[in-house]
Each structure stands twice: as structure tokens, then as C-alpha cells.
């Protein structure tokens, strides 16, 4: 099967910018996460979708993150205005059912300067 | 919500020695512990996980150990390779939320 597709894999803006991620899980499975992993921690979790509703976001900085799943399958994330502490890799994961394993992308890396 | 720490943050071994990671969770609701790896420039990856109703999982050279009493969990891999080489992250699940939270890391390096 396919694996989760990520884009882009990299980039680099200047703070206050805008930057958008896409996500593309995996063919059926109906969860998909994004996660924040900064450098030399584990990732933590910034929102989660069943299908297209959210069912946890209360680790996302509403603030300045927002994310969307349109017709359950592809999701963005979006970080506007950009700060220096939002330089991390940015995860997207989907799993099948509640405890199935979770199956990542590669990720994005997010520079900000 | 959940506490996962993870020791040690880095482990540096010769090639067939047995590496061993360790962790422990905060949660004693926490039912559901998945080790993942990370090789550079990936997402990590699920290599073994193991529910609160068993002891101990094994899978060829990886295996892992629960101690629901003590509240800590680990990785063992024994007759380690070179491409064992990466990032470990251990976590934990259940109780009020099934989203695995993650420990920090453990790097394992291992010389050839």
C-alpha cells in the first residue's frame, strides 16, 4: 500500500510569514493526526480528524495554526503569522482504527528565519 | 495527561551487543505502548507494540517488557547491526485518550 505523502519536505520563510503543509494518508484509514517534532524531542500531537471533523485540537495554537480536512481525506495545516519557534518537522499520520498503529509520513521541515 | 520519560538519550554499542532502552509512563489507565523508529530524514516507524494484558512480546531480535505495577516499559534488541542505527521513541496509550504521547528519544548508534 501506499504510504502517507507528504509535501513539501522543505521549507524556509521569514517570521510572520505563511506557510501551508498538505497531507495525503493512507487509502481507508479514517484518523490522521499532525504532529510538531522539534529538534531532538519526540513529536506531540497538534490535532486530530476522524473523517473530516476534529476530534482533539487542544494542543494547536488556534491563535496562529489552523487545519482542515476537506471531504476526510487530504488535510492541510497552516501556520500564520510564522514565529522562530515554529522551526520543527511537521508529521502527518493516519491510522485505521482507535489503537491501530500509526503510520507517518516523511515530513516537513519547517526552517524560519 | 499523559508523562512518558525515556532513558537513556543516547546509547552507543558495538555491533551484537544487546542495546536496552527504558521508559516509564505516568497514566496507570495508559493500556497500549508502541515503539517507534526514526532513521534521519524519515517519519517514524512502528517496529513492536505491546497491550497492558501481556508481560512481554517478542519479534526476532526486538523485544518488550511491561511492568504495569511499576509503570515503565522497555525495548530490548539484541545482536545489534549497524542499521539498527536511529532514533527510538517509545509511548504510551489509553485511559482517557488512545493518541499515543511520546518520550523524548533515545538515539542508538551502533559502531560496526
Do not use: M
Request: glycine residues 8%; neutral net charge.
Amino acid at each position: 500500500e501506499a504510504g502517507v505523502a507528504q509535501s513539501p519536505r522543505y521549507k524556509i520563510i521569514e517570521k510572520r510569514q505563511s506557510v501551508a503543509f498538505w497531507c495525503n494518508p493512507i487509502s481507508g484509514h479514517a484518523t490522521l493526526y499532525w504532529y510538531q517534532q522539534i529538534l531532538g524531542q519526540g513529536p506531540k500531537l497538534l490535532i486530530q480528524f476522524q473523517n473530516n471533523g476534529v476530534v482533539d485540537d487542544s494542543q494547536l495554537p488556534k491563535d496562529r495554526f489552523s487545519a482542515e480536512r476537506l471531504k476526510g481525506v487530504d488535510s492541510t495545516l497552516k501556520i500564520q503569522p510564522a514565529k522562530l519557534e515554529d522551526s520543527a518537522v511537521y508529521l502527518c499520520a493516519s491510522s485505521l482504527a482507535d489503537y491501530s498503529p500509526l503510520h507517518f509520513g516523511n515530513g516537513t521541515r519547517l526552517t524560519v528565519t | 495527561g499523559e508523562n512518558v520519560e525515556q532513558h537513556p538519550s543516547t546509547l552507543s554499542v558495538q555491533e551484537g551487543d544487546s542495546a536496552v532502552i527504558k521508559c516509564t509512563y505516568s497514566d496507570s489507565a495508559s493500556n497500549y505502548f508502541p515503539w517507534y523508529k526514526q532513521e534521519l530524514g524519515k517519519g517514524p516507524q512502528l517496529i513492536i507494540d505491546i497491550r497492558s494484558n501481556v508481560g512481554e512480546k517478542k519479534d526476532q531480535r526486538i523485544a518488550v517488557t511491561l511492568n504495569k505495577t511499576a509503570k515503565h516499559f522497555s525495548l530490548h534488541i539484541t545482536e545489534t547491526q549497524p542499521e539498527d542505527s536511529a532514533v527510538y521513541f517509545c509511548a504510551a496509550a489509553g485511559g482517557g485518550s488512545y493518541i499515543p504521547t511520546f518520550g523524548r528519544g533515545t538515539s542508538l548508534i551502533v559502531h560496526p
